[in-house]
């Protein structure tokens, strides 16, 4: 997508928002936008940026499913729900090195987890950039799935009313 530029023969006062479509049949099409002024064509062009990868993500609640046969159902599904405000690569680097994701492998499995376990098989539940709502959603989703792999069984009192509020 193109930054706006002023309309040719408008002055300042209308802007042009090109944007490239890929349309169903292959084919890109051009889509022309146009607003009437410089803070209206600031603020959607802010708003609609592409999506980043999960990977770069900050500010998540996340979860693994192990993916060894072992741990698929008929059986309860393996899996580890955590937050966190880095990136979620970074946050998976830590799973490999050390933790519960990678003491699951080891007892379970007898590997080691690898960087593709973990990137194909952890995905992004909620986002919020409020650090206190990031621990209440991690405990509401851990409450509610019941995660085999968090060592934290019961989270019932877990984050207070004077935590949240505070």
């Not at 741990?71 to 680097?93: M, Q």
Request: charged share 30%; aromatic share 6%.
């Amino acid at each position: 997508m193109e930054r706006g530029v002023p309309l040719r023969g408008g002055g300042s006062s209308g802007w042009e928002l090109r944007s490239y479509l890929q349309l169903e049949d292959g084919n890109n099409g051009k889509l022309l936008i146009y607003y009437k002024n410089k803070k209206t064509a600031n603020m959607i062009m802010r708003n609609n940026q592409h999506k980043e990868p999960d990977l770069k993500c900050t500010n998540v609640v996340y979860e693994f499913i192990c993916p060894d046969e072992d741990c698929k159902p008929p059986r309860p599904k393996s899996c580890y729900i955590g937050h966190t405000t880095n990136t979620l690569f970074k946050r998976l680097t830590f799973h490999k090195q050390n933790g519960e994701i990678q003491k699951h492998m080891k007892l379970q499995h007898g590997r080691d987890v690898t960087r593709s376990d973990l990137a194909e098989n952890t995905r992004i539940l909620s986002r919020e950039s409020n650090r206190k709502r990031l621990k209440v959603l991690e405990a509401v989703f851990i409450q509610k799935r019941r995660p085999s792999i968090n060592i934290q069984r019961d989270h019932a009192g877990i984050i207070t009313l004077h935590d949240i509020c505070a």
